[in-house]
């Protein structure tokens, strides 16, 4: 009787451990499970793929720019002498447009434009073209159903979120003359 109650035991064991485990870690396998485009099981036996969005896949042009999202340059104003809140807006912008399109609750994504518009006032750009168009989008998924935020509407999101990543781009490469974006522009060192 002892030895079956222990092998009862034992054999619950692992499954406990793996209860245990994904409830501790839950937080970071959700993570992972909504950074993932493709799931492989016993070699290629098995895939699960999750839809690519249309912004995943636009093709770029030479000058390492997206070949879709409508311009919205301006003249640059002021200096850029915040290069921590440069680096977190274009950090923010990235995140929350993978953000929608791994299919987060919408508190997450508002969580992200809050997060963007701020980096982008601290800049003096909440007046400009992708100011507003920032502040639009904010306004727009605070007052949205979640229900509502369906693929598509995830699609279309990242591609304003991407045209606004381009815009800020070409004001922050007009700030800078003589900007290379590749390596390859700079002039090769003459050998001595």
């Known amino acids: 009787m002892a030895h079956d109650i222990l092998s009862f035991l034992i054999a619950l064991l692992w499954p406990a451990t793996v209860l245990i485990l994904a409830f501790g870690f839950r937080k970071s396998i959700k993570e992972l499970i909504e950074s993932l485009a493709e799931l492989r099981v016993l070699g290629d036996k098995a895939v699960l ?3 690519q969005a249309r912004v995943d896949t636009l093709a770029e042009t030479e000058e390492g720019r997206l070949s879709s999202p409508k311009q919205l340059v301006e003249v640059p104003v002021g200096e850029w002498d915040k290069p921590a809140d440069l680096f977190w807006l274009g950090s923010d912008l990235e995140t929350t447009a993978q953000t929608a399109l ?6 997450r994504i508002l969580r992200g434009l809050r997060q963007s518009c701020h980096h982008l006032s601290e800049l003096g750009l909440g007046d400009s073209v992708p100011g507003k168009e920032l502040t639009s989008l904010h306004s727009q998924v605070a007052h949205l159903p979640e229900a509502s935020l369906d693929r598509q509407w995830r699609n279309d999101f ?6 606004i990543i381009q815009a800020v781009s070409e004001r922050v ?8 974006s590749h ?5 090769t060192p003459r050998a001595l």
Do not use: V
């Open 49 to 51: 793929k999750w839809s």
């Open 102 to 107: 791994r299919g987060a609750p919408r508190e």
């Open 158 to 163: 990242a591609s304003k979120i991407y045209s």
């Open 173 to 180: 490469k007009a700030a800078q003359p003589g900007f290379r």
């Open 183 to 187: 390596p390859e522009t700079r002039a």
